[in-house]
């Protein structure tokens, strides 16, 4: 059975830090991409950042030099550092973990984390 279990959220002030976490069990952890995504209610979910496989990071220009995703793969745990928050950060944040097994997407999310950025 395969888990994606986040932690790490909670209410911070603006310009302040949080360190999620995202803890994976029952997959081979270093052959997937991970991923870090958030979504606001009404709004779709979007990529805030993803650390392939292969070694290579992106991030959502929103998010560029305020985030770092990073993992694991020892532990099989993957981490996305938040600083410098900003109140439009505030949304849920899944994690998700993606492998290419010959064109079929095995695709797994955990159930998020609320992250909220308030005075």
């Known amino acids: 059975q395969v888990q994606l279990v986040e932690s790490g959220g909670g209410l911070v002030q603006p310009g302040g830090s949080l360190r999620l976490s995202c803890a994976a069990s029952g997959i081979t952890f270093n052959i997937y991409d991970v991923g870090w995504y958030r979504q606001v209610p009404g709004k779709e979910r979007e990529l805030a950042a993803v650390?392939?496989?292969?070694?290579?990071?992106n991030y959502a220009d929103s998010l560029k030099g305020r985030v770092t995703i990073s993992r694991d793969n020892a532990k099989r745990t993957a981490y996305l550092q938040m600083n410098a928050l900003e109140p439009e950060d505030t949304a849920v944040y899944y994690c998700?973990?993606?492998?290419?097994?010959?064109?079929?997407?095995?695709?797994?999310w955990g159930q998020g984390t609320q992250v909220t950025v308030s005075s």
């Open positions: 650390f392939t496989s292969g070694g290579i990071r």
């Open positions: 998700n973990t993606r492998h290419d097994r010959g064109g079929v997407y095995l695709d797994f």
